[in-house]
Each structure stands twice: as C-alpha cells, then as structure tokens.
C-alpha cells in the first residue's frame, strides 16, 4: 500500500561547523561533506541502483526481444508495433484511465467532504479519523475479500439490504442496473463502477488525512476577513478553502493517481480483470504477457509504453514539491487578480477535457458517477442554503442545529460505508459454517464459535503463511529503515554536490510503480534462483519500502532545528557523534512513523509475492489468502476468519502510534 505523501524535499542546510577551516580543493569542488555523504548515502545508491535502475534499463532491452524455446531473439521495436494492434492492450489502457479517473474524482469530493466535517469537529475528532482510517490500514486482499463477499448477487448483503429497503427495484426500474438481484462484479456494465466504488472506499481515509493537514495550514485571519467583507459559507469555500487547499489537493491527486493508475492486487483479486477484459487494466495485460505466456519481452514493451505517462505525472509531482512557496498575499486580493484571466479558466477547460474523453470512453459510467455526485453535492448545497437563510434571518440556534444535524447524517452515513465491510468480516468470523451456509440472522453470529478459526489452522498452512510474513516484513523494515536514516540525515544536512539530483532520484523511484519493476525482477531472481523462498522478498521489498522511508526521513530532519546540532558541534562532538546523540532521539517520532508504514506496505505486499512465489511453504499472507478460493468455491467463513487475523496486528499497530503518525508526517509536510 503506497498511500503516504512524501515530504518536500529539504531546503535547509547546516551552516558550517565552527572551527572548520578553509576547505580543500576537493571539498569546494565536491561538497564540503562529500565523504560522509559517500558514506551514508552508499547503501541507498547501491540498493535503488541495483533493484530499480537497472532493472530498469534491463527491461527496455528485454522488450527489444522475443522468447524462442529456451533463447531469445533481438527483434527490435517488433513488440511495440505489435501492441498497435493488440486489441486487448486497446482495451488495458482504456480501463486504466476509466478506473483512475473516476476514483480520483470521488476520492477528492468525499475526501474533502470527510476532512471539512472533522475539522469542524470540537469532540471526538481523533477517534472518528482513526476509524476513517480502517480502510486504509487493513490489508488489499481483506479489502477484496470482504467486498466480494457483500456484492454477491445471490448471498451478498448489499443486495439484500437494497432490496429490503426498495431501492433496489428502483435502480433497476430506473435502468442504473440491468437486473435485479444486480451482479456487481459478474454484470459487465456493473463490474468496473464496483471496482470503482472499492477503490473509492480504500482510498477516502488518504484524501481525508491530506486535505485535514491542509485546512490546519489555512491561516484563520483569511476567513476572518472573508466573513468581515460579507462573504457566504459558499463563497468562504470557494475564495479562501479551495486556494488553500490547491497545492495539497494538486500533489495528493497526482500521487493518487500514479497508484490508481498502475493498480493491479485489487482488481486482481475482485474480478481477475473479467468479465472479459471489462475491468483489465494495462497492468494485467503486461502480467499475462510475460508471466502466463512467457514472452517477456512483449510484456515488458506493454509496462514501458506507459513510462512516458509516468513520467509526466512525476514530472509534474517534483515540480510541485520543488516549488517555493514563499510569502502571499491574501487570497481575495489573488482571486481578484487573477479573475477571468486564462490561468483561471484552465482548470475549467481541464475539467472539461476529461470530462469529454471519460463520456467517450464510457458513456454507462459516466452518467452513473454523474447520478451519484449529483445527489452528493445537491444534498450538501441544499443544507448550507438552509443554514445560511436561518442564520440570515438572525436564527443562529435553528441555523447551528440544521448545520449540526446535516454534519452528524453524513458523518454517520460516512462511517457506515467506511465499517459496514470490517464489520460484516468480524461477525462473519464468528459464525458457524451452518450459519455461513445457509446465510441465516447475517448480520449477526447465532451462536458465537471459534469454529472457522479451527478450520482454517486444521486446513491450511496459515500460521506458516503468518510466520513468513512477520519475517519478511520485519528483514525489510529493518534494510528501509536502516539505510534511509543515514540517506535521509544526509539529504537533509550534508552539503556535497548532487544532493539535489540525488533527492529527485529518491522521489522518482518512490513513485516508480512495481508494474515496471516486476518482469525485470522476475528475471533477475531467476537468474541467481531466488525464485520461491524468502529472500526474493526481502531483496526485492526495498524497491518501494526504501525510497519512501529516505523521503520521508529527509523532510523530518530538515524540521529539526539545525542549531542544536551545531551547538553540540560547539561543545565538541563530531558530526557522527551529533547525528547520533542529538538528532536521532529528536526524530523518534519521524522514525516511528517510518518504521510503521514500511512494515504495513511490506505486510499488505501483493504483486511480487504473487508473482515471486508459487510453493505454500513460502507464501505470504495475502497470497496465501488468495490462493484458498479454488474457482467458485469460496471458504468465506474461513476468509473472514483470516481476514480479521491478518487486520488485527496493523489496526493496533495504527492506534497506539497514530500520535506518532501524525507528528512524523506533518513535520515537514507538504505546504498548502
């Protein structure tokens, strides 16, 4: 799970050391600090260059061959010219945009929608982000499995729920599905708008988190002369949120969408790309290529031809994190400036753009997405009319209680769709497998048993699976962090030429996706036959565990005051000794935050203990959950059981450190 922002990168320096000197030839030419940074940054360089540079560069010459018998053969761009015509890599890069599209769309409204809710909370605000957060924490084959299990059309709760309630009927009477009972993930029409709606709901809690980081940073005064000068609820959130907001919003979105976009474990697991090809994405089509039908080199052109698109989002990502800020003026006095000019009218004429070519692409979505956000927002409006008409007439009590009343449906309705999957897996774990079964009282176990959780350990090799893969998620923390605190410090406080390329490289392939990295991979760990044991993880994860705990940390100790250290400079440490007994304490909490998200993105891993790994004794969680539904035959009992087990250890993990979370992540976060 690749959900964090990273930090920008970091601007401040050290000043030098006192009692210094002159500097060498080499150091005025190299950096004044460039041996210690050889040092530190050593491990970084070799390991990012080994395991993602050059696997790199290794995959554009695979894609330049093809596979005969044993042998491959040089054939050129013969594999790019072949995918001119390769309807169902036509088909791949279409559904990629259609998935990443619409889920960024909802995942902004409903994350900023989630983010204005809690941050005009006075009570309860911490507990109601930490449940927001569930979605986001629990593992992507927990996620997959309990939404399988509610969009089934004979025995899923969503239809039965839809159709007690009426609803149902009406959507089909108003033909927003084909049929009813709805076959979520089986009807062709309806598959990719599910797959839609999951990723929607795993990724809320991350938009939540980043825009509420960003209302924090809008200075209060700003609303304060927005109200002076009479400006609405409305026109505050247009003139003085939304600014504010633009910069978060912007790098979130571009982030976001580099993972949508490159998503391949969670339509995986929910469709394995069917019906057909309606929901395979360019990921999947690359996978088939070169691991089902071994022709690397066709796979890896697919992976490749998408690079440029990439790269442009990065591009655009370093370009937001590099930018200075610097000081502004107040936001009215920008939005008058820049009023009907045509920088103000290209996010418009964007929004447009995209809103054609998805209406091309998928006419059936788009006016389905256009249904539901049209009620969201006509719901919203027509509150905040309410309360400012009542507020206008000099009715503060009536207009606080209506915009309370509002505030409170759509959190509780929120926090129904963030749990109502966690929850119906808790419950089902303790069910009977009679009661499984015959899908009797569902929404609670009658009795309470401990039996699926016998079943699962008498039939399946899981406390295996579970020892494999604390290990590997602990050997890779353990490699990330190491190295990414002596890359990050640094980064964040050595002067030596290169930082800057070096820092831009870190972010690169941080947002490098595994899609590019898995076929090279593949064939790197057959080659020194790693395949199928333990290590092929462990050496692998610091592909994208590594770039992003070196980000992260560089941002923290550029927060760092730098005074400290040089006053323990001062009193006559060496830079050694100041980095150790100074700066590391002050950064628990940086390291903390770090050490948490690399040991839950080595946990939740899915694509290369997918595709790394095919024997049970060597298999990972997630893999190994996968791999106990046999065709339609689904233990979910079992899954439930498993599912709870797995989420267990990373929600507690996340709520005993969320003070920490949130301390290392703000600290040098990204500007709003």
Not at 404 to 418: D, E, H, I, N, R
């Amino acid at each position: 799970m690749r959900s964090v922002r990273p930090a920008p990168a970091p601007a401040t320096r050290a000043s030098s050391p006192p009692g210094s000197g002159s500097l060498t030839t080499t150091q005025r030419r190299l950096g004044r600090d460039w041996r210690l940074a050889t040092l530190f940054l050593a491990p970084t360089a070799v390991l990012v260059g080994v395991l993602v540079l050059l696997p790199i560069a290794r995959s554009i010459v695979t894609s330049t061959t093809e596979r005969h018998g044993p042998d491959s053969v040089f054939v050129g761009f013969d594999n790019y010219l072949a995918l001119v015509g390769d309807e169902q890599f036509h088909t791949g890069v279409v559904n990629s945009f259609v998935f990443t599209a619409y889920a960024e769309v909802f995942k902004v409204v409903l994350g900023l929608a989630a983010a204005l809710l809690l941050h005009h909370r006075r009570r309860g605000r911490a507990l109601l982000t930490g449940l927001l957060l569930v979605p986001w924490v629990v593992p992507t084959v927990v996620t997959a499995f309990s939404w399988r299990s509610l969009l089934d059309p004979i025995f899923g709760s969503v239809n039965a729920l839809l159709t007690a309630s009426g609803i149902g009927p009406l959507l089909a009477s108003a033909q927003l599905v084909e049929s009813w009972p709805a076959g979520w993930l089986s009807d062709a029409s309806l598959a990719m708008p599910s797959v839609i709606l999951v990723n929607v709901w795993k990724g809320v809690p991350f938009f939540t988190i980043c825009f509420l980081a960003g209302l924090k940073a809008i200075p209060a005064e700003e609303y304060e002369a927005a109200t002076i000068d009479g400006a609405s609820a409305w026109q505050r959130f247009v003139h003085v949120t939304l600014p504010g907001l633009r910069h978060v919003i912007t790098v979130t979105v571009t982030l976001s969408s580099i993972w949508t976009f490159n998503n391949f474990d969670l339509i995986w697991l929910l469709t394995q790309g069917g019906p057909g090809d309606v929901t395979a994405p360019y990921v999947l089509v690359a996978y088939s290529k070169a691991i089902l039908q071994l022709q690397y080199g066709a796979g890896a052109a697919v992976t490749l031809v998408m690079l440029p698109i990439i790269g442009g989002l990065v591009f655009v990502l370093v370009r937001l994190l590099r930018q200075d800020t610097g000081t502004k003026p107040p936001r009215r006095i920008r939005t008058a400036r820049w009023a009907g000019t045509p920088r103000r009218a290209l996010p418009w004429v964007v929004t447009a753009a995209v809103a054609g070519l998805l209406l091309w692409a998928s006419p059936q979505i788009f006016w389905k997405a256009a249904v539901v956000l049209g009620v969201v927002l006509l719901i919203a409006v027509a509150v905040g009319r309410v309360a400012s008409a009542l507020q206008a007439r000099g009715g503060r009590r009536a207009s606080s209680l209506v915009s309370g009343l509002g505030s409170g449906v759509a959190l509780a309705g929120l926090l129904a769709f963030v749990l109502g999957p966690m929850y119906w897996i808790a419950v089902t774990a303790f069910k009977s497998e009679g009661q499984v079964v015959m899908r009797e009282h569902d929404l609670w176990p009658t009795p309470w048993t401990l039996e699926q959780f016998g079943t699962l350990f008498a039939n399946q090799p899981f406390g295996r699976w579970y020892l494999n893969t604390v290990l590997v998620s602990a050997a890779s923390t353990a490699v990330a962090l190491l190295c990414a605190v002596l890359a990050g410090y640094a980064l964040a406080r050595l002067r030596f030429r290169g930082a800057q390329g070096f820092t831009v490289t870190v972010l690169i392939t941080y947002v490098m996706p595994g899609a590019l990295l898995f076929i090279p991979l593949y064939q790197l760990l057959i080659g020194v036959r790693l395949t199928d044991s333990l290590w092929s993880l462990v050496v692998t994860y610091p592909t994208f565990t590594l770039p992003f705990a070196t980000w992260l940390l560089a941002g923290y100790f550029s927060s760092i005051p730098v005074e400290l250290e040089e006053a323990a400079l001062v009193d006559g440490c060496t830079r050694l000794q100041a980095f150790g007994r100074v700066v590391l304490p002050l950064a628990k909490p940086g390291l903390l935050a770090v050490a948490l998200f690399t040991l839950t993105n080595a946990w939740n891993e899915f694509l290369f203990a997918f595709v790394f790994i095919t024997k049970d004794e060597y298999k990972t969680l997630p893999v190994g959950m996968q791999s106990m539904i046999a065709g339609d035959v689904v233990p979910q009992g079992q899954l439930a059981a498993a599912s709870l087990l797995v989420s267990i250890p990373v929600v507690v993990m996340y709520a005993f450190g969320q003070r920490f979370l949130t301390e290392g992540l703000t600290a040098g976060a990204v500007k709003g």
